[in-house]
């Protein structure tokens, strides 16, 4: 059974930092595209970071480029994301996601993906 389960989260000021893990089991995804979204209270779940493996980049939504860095560790299956200069407004259950393989582009659709973590609360005070 495949599973995601991000750790990390918790409560930082605002100009913090945090580093989410996603530690993936049951499969390698060493050769797969990750992505991170985010979900705010009464907002539409969006897309934060990606990354290909296929073009061994990342790419990142124009509101954290800059700021966020995502990762992977492959020998560990496990994937991050690093987030730094935090605002009030990255507050967010935050999700990882991984896709069965790597594809030809970036994918920023929660739908692209194949496996889906449970989330972890990012909460940055001001």
């Known amino acids: 059974q495949v599973q995601l389960v991000e750790s990390g989260g918790g409560l930082v000021q605002a100009g913090g930092s945090l580093r989410l893990s996603c530690a993936a089991s049951?499969?390698?995804?060493?050769?797969?595209?990750l992505g991170w979204f985010r979900q705010a209270p009464g907002k539409e779940r969006e897309f934060v970071a990606t990354i290909s493996w296929r073009q061994n980049t990342a790419y990142y939504a124009g509101s954290v480029k800059g700021r966020f860095t995502a990762s992977r560790d492959s020998a560990k299956n496990t994937f991050y994301l690093q987030m730094n200069g935090l605002k009030p407004e990255d507050t967010a259950v935050h999700y990882c996601?991984?896709?069965?393989?790597?594809?030809?582009?970036?994918?920023?659709?929660?739908?692209?993906?194949?496996?889906w973590g449970q989330g972890t609360q990012v909460t940055v005070s001001s």
């Open positions: 049951g499969r390698s995804f060493s050769t797969s595209d």
């Open positions: 996601a991984a896709r069965d393989y790597s594809g030809s582009t970036y994918y920023t659709q929660w739908s692209d993906y194949n496996y």
